[in-house]
């Protein structure tokens, strides 16, 4: 790569840009690869090897070398996330507006797939906090549901909707994060080919989709809630003109951030509203272009809409017994059922799934436990991930890492077993899924859709 890879017109606004050095810049794309971070997942300890720590982000770690996490079966048992390193600055703008966590909170992820940002915020919630996690693209919403179950929580929910279909449910959230679709100038060093995709017209187009998506979603953000927006692009257009029409069109201050110098970060403020804005250069931070601010909204926009539901289906008690059996302190669980399925979420979040279920289309709620057959339990590959599971309540074997890469490709797996029945195959203490344990076999329920595909590599 050289110099002129770099789209036509690119540097002409970046270079007005406060703190960027063109030189550096083009230094870090031409000698840097981009480095390798991983999120550690809090409520799973393990003995995932770290490195240098991200410095805005206590979970996140820079690795020497990029491994191959496809044959890790730590990553497939949601110990860790791999996670650009500029990204997780979002986890250290939430904890700096939410210093106290004892008053529980609903945070809405707008943007959410495939859910690197989403599982950083649920990393600093508590299970009396909701997260709603949306994804607009249906295609794009099985991953979204797939590392939110890796992480375990059940706290969260999953949506596939536009963003004006919130706009019915007024203040219903604490905290809103739009990681807004854009131009993608951010990832250039990542992935050179987005140079070839990027263009003014493209960034106008973005500006625009950009201000329709925070106007529609603006309604269902509570009275002195935060808004955090970020992209991954160096535009102006699309980062600091978007904070002075979001100050403008709304009542909304600027939030700003404290930061170290020695973090490299660079902060920006809009030339109108001195809104704060913080802007990530390769060369300057271990990471990718980002562009992220925390706004704080001053007016309502109405009570929240006026739907109470507390009405519970009328489970067969008998039935529930079974259920419950297999979750822990599942007096903090509401039970429901969508289908044949058995879920559970939270108790306290009953009522906010009940007014979701009303507006949107829900993909994902809590933890699916299962389906009843008589009086057994056929479990579901969330329940064996969840951090909610009984494990009292089934058989577990233990997987060496060769055992378990045949077990998540779903090869035979070469084990002496003497249990019968259900089983969670686990590695290292955390579980990968499901297999059924058999006088002269094992059935793998590992996930068809997930399954690795490749072969591993040669020692």
């Known amino acids: 790569m050289d110099n002129y890879n770099f789209p036509p017109l690119f540097f002409e606004d970046l270079n007005a840009e406060p703190g960027f050095d063109r030189q550096n810049f083009i230094d870090a794309h031409l000698a840097e690869a981009a480095p390798t971070s991983i999120r550690i997942n809090p409520f799973k300890p393990s003995a995932t090897k770290t490195n240098g720590q991200v410095p805005w982000c206590t979970e996140g770690f820079y690795l020497d070398a990029r491994p191959s996490f496809t044959f890790d079966p730590l990553f497939h048992a949601g110990a860790y996330y791999v996670q650009e390193a500029s990204s997780m600055?979002?986890?250290?703008?939430?904890?700096?507006?939410?210093?106290?966590?004892?008053?529980?909170?609903?945070?809405?992820?707008?943007?959410?797939?495939?859910?690197?940002?989403?599982?950083?915020?649920?990393?600093?919630?508590?299970?009396?906090?909701?997260?709603?996690?949306?994804?607009?693209?249906?295609?794009?919403?099985?991953?979204?549901?797939?590392?939110?179950?890796?992480?375990?929580?059940?706290?969260?929910?999953?949506?596939?909707?536009?963003?004006?279909?919130?706009?019915?449910?007024?203040?219903?959230?604490?905290?809103?994060?739009?990681?807004?679709?854009?131009?993608?100038?951010?990832?250039?060093?990542?992935?050179?080919?987005?140079?070839?995709?990027?263009?003014?017209?493209?960034?106008?187009?973005?500006?625009?989709?950009?201000?329709?998506?925070?106007?529609?979603?603006?309604?269902?953000?509570?009275?002195?809630?935060?808004?955090?927006?970020?992209?991954?692009?160096?535009?102006?257009?699309?980062?600091?003109?978007?904070?002075?029409?979001?100050?403008?069109?709304?009542?909304?201050?600027?939030?700003?951030?404290?930061?170290?110098?020695?973090?490299g970060i660079v902060e920006a403020e809009s030339p109108v509203k001195k809104a704060w804005g913080y802007r990530f250069y390769p060369g300057k931070v271990k990471g990718e272009g980002l562009f992220a601010a925390c706004l704080r909204k001053k007016e309502s926009s109405g009570g929240i809409s006026n739907y109470k539901n507390n009405a519970q289906q009328k489970l067969p008690a008998k039935e529930m017994d079974i259920v419950k059996a297999y979750i822990n302190n599942a007096d903090d669980f509401y039970f429901f059922k969508v289908n044949d399925d058995w879920l559970a979420i939270n108790r306290e979040h009953k009522e906010s799934l009940n007014i979701l279920h009303r507006h949107l289309y829900i993909k994902k709620s809590g933890v699916r436990i299962g389906k009843l057959a008589g009086k057994d339990l056929i479990p579901d590959h969330e329940l064996a991930l969840s951090l909610a599971i009984n494990k009292d309540a089934v058989l577990s074997t233990a997987l060496s890492k060769e055992q378990a890469i045949q077990y998540l490709r779903r090869d035979n797996i070469d084990i002496a077993v003497s249990g019968k029945g259900w089983s969670l195959m686990t590695y290292e203490g955390l579980a990968l899924g499901w297999a059924k344990l058999l006088p002269n076999r094992i059935n793998n329920y590992y996930p068809k859709e997930i399954r690795i595909m490749s072969s591993p590599p040669t020692p």
């Open 89 to 263: 600055f979002i986890s250290h703008i939430l904890n700096t507006i939410r210093p106290d966590k004892s008053d529980p909170i609903k945070v809405l992820d707008l943007c959410a797939a495939p859910g690197g940002k989403t599982t950083l915020l649920n990393s600093a919630m508590q299970s009396t906090d909701l997260l709603v996690a949306n994804e607009i693209i249906k295609t794009r919403v099985p991953i979204l549901s797939d590392n939110l179950n890796r992480w375990g929580t059940t706290n969260t929910i999953v949506t596939n909707n536009d963003p004006k279909d919130f706009n019915t449910i007024h203040s219903l959230f604490d905290v809103i994060l739009v990681d807004a679709p854009c131009s993608g100038s951010g990832m250039f060093r990542k992935d050179p080919a987005a140079m070839n995709e990027w263009s003014e017209g493209n960034v106008t187009l973005c500006h625009q989709r950009q201000e329709r998506i925070l106007e529609d979603i603006y309604p269902t953000l509570k009275e002195d809630g935060y808004l955090i927006y970020s992209t991954c692009s160096y535009s102006h257009q699309e980062n600091e003109d978007i904070l002075d029409w979001l100050c403008t069109e709304f009542d909304l201050e600027s939030i700003r951030i404290p930061i170290y110098k020695e973090w």
